[in-house]
DNA sequence: CGACTGATTGATACGTCTCAAGGATAGTGG
DNA sequence: CCACTATCCTTGAGACGTATCAATCAGTCG
């Protein structure tokens, strides 16, 4: 009766990206329609809602009955197993839907990464407009289909690839997302252990792969929040093997 | 324009359940409505196939323009890196629907794992059906929810658990999928090389976990395409850690 | 029966984790 | 503005888990 919802692009999407997709499947994902059109009926339904750092939007478990976007900030869709151990799904920032599953209840927990700023959508009204709406449907659609894409690329990275090529892969993925080109700076609102629970590792070992990277010439790193990816094709390279 | 589908089961799921969820959605997952119910409508426009083990029904980035039921047999959902390497996203069998992402090529590839026959719908007719039915929209929407939420469980599988919680986790899946109970016989028609690739792993690790359960009587391997748990209260804890 | 494919077991190498310490950064209160 | 503290990041040394390589065994098909 409810809905989870994932990630999934919908922003600014009309953005240049200079990048060639890392992975085969991603050209197809930056050539995604611009969604937040088709969904834009969903504005007049929405309340605006502000999350603290690490808060908790909604848990695993909890009743889903709100569908999200994001307007600022940085957020991540994680689960726990019972002894704390964590896998983060996706990280999902300006201009993303997520939680619009149609489940129950929520299959995972959303936390805010930085602070962050939402629009909330009820479901009920969300179906009610798909009910008259084709557009509307099929953008949900749309949505859910390249989350799973996107979903079955990660199970790649998380099965079968180094942590040197996680690491680059997701690297190459950040900058792609924000459409930035070799040399420019990438902003990383993500701290290190977000990203060791994202990729399957730990934090040392991404500080360590990182590490690796900047005395190779293939990253700089201004500050802790900023990395400059200096060498893409060597990246690209190292994503493969 | 297209569509690729995924797993999600639709079958005769009214079979009892006797296992309690390995993990915590997956008594969500089992409890799912008939789907096969309200797609029957597909009926009309399906096509029979027939594919042999091995064969390919199709391939990464193939124009998706049918998705498909299982019949009998068993499929695997799978992606290649460039250098060969394999990671498996799901096995879909008996009653299962696969390949209905709203993509205009296919994500990933499909391949017989043994004999199968398949049902086979245009896509076109899908959205021409989806049109006037709500409840065949509202289902291919469960569909794809339901695949979601089990490959979030399947990244945790990946991201965050040994080798051991591996195994015993596919394990209490495969059991719980076919609805049987401790100490019936569980028909594996999926190789080990199929499983390590399935849960991230070498067919060598596969094999000595396997070894490791059965010295400890948790498993009894009368022959190669048939595993017994004998002790699923044992599984159950090695999953957790 | 013989050849092939897949499964198993063993010995060893390697990658990543774990544990521990030190350094940087950001937030807080004087 | 600076000291203080908590948090996060980084680096190192060693342990552990899984991969790798190689050989044997079992089951299947011609």
Redesign the interface.
């Known amino acids: 009766m409810s809905?989870?919802l994932?990630a999934a692009r919908g922003g600014t999407s009309a953005a240049p990206f200079r990048f060639s997709p890392v992975i085969?499947?991603n050209a197809?994902e930056n050539a995604r329609l611009s969604l937040s059109e088709n969904l834009r009926p969903l504005q007049r339904i929405s309340v605006r809602m502000r999350y603290g750092r690490n808060e908790t939007i909604f848990g695993?478990?909890d009743a889903a009955d709100h569908s999200y976007k994001v307007i600022s900030g940085t957020v991540r869709l994680c689960?726990y197993?019972?002894?704390g151990?964590?896998?983060i799904?996706d990280f999902v920032g300006d201009g993303d839907f997520f939680g619009f599953?149609?489940?129950?209840?929520h299959?995972?927990t959303a936390e805010a990464v930085t602070d962050v700023i939402l629009l909330s959508y009820p479901r009920s009204q969300i179906d009610r407009l798909g009910?008259t709406m084709?557009a509307v449907?099929?953008h949900?659609?749309?949505l859910?289909?390249?989350?799973?894409?996107a979903?079955?690329?990660?199970?790649?990275l998380?099965?079968?690839?180094t942590a040197r090529e996680k690491v680059a892969s997701f690297l190459l993925r950040m900058a792609e997302r924000a459409g930035l080109g070799e040399g420019e700076r990438l902003d990383m609102p993500i701290g290190r252990q977000d990203v060791a629970?994202h990729?399957?590792l730990t934090v040392e070992t991404v500080c360590r792969v990182l590490g690796e990277f900047r005395q190779k010439r293939l990253v700089m790193v201004p500050n802790l929040q900023q990395i400059v990816l200096s060498n893409v094709a060597a990246l690209r390279a190292v994503c493969?093997?």
């Open positions: 809905i989870v994932n085969a499947a197809a695993e478990g689960k197993t019972g002894d151990r964590r896998q799904a599953l149609d489940l129950a209840d299959s995972f009910e084709p449907r099929k949900v659609l749309r859910l289909s390249e989350n799973i894409a979903m079955q690329r990660h199970l790649v998380l099965g079968r690839q629970d990729l399957g493969e093997g």
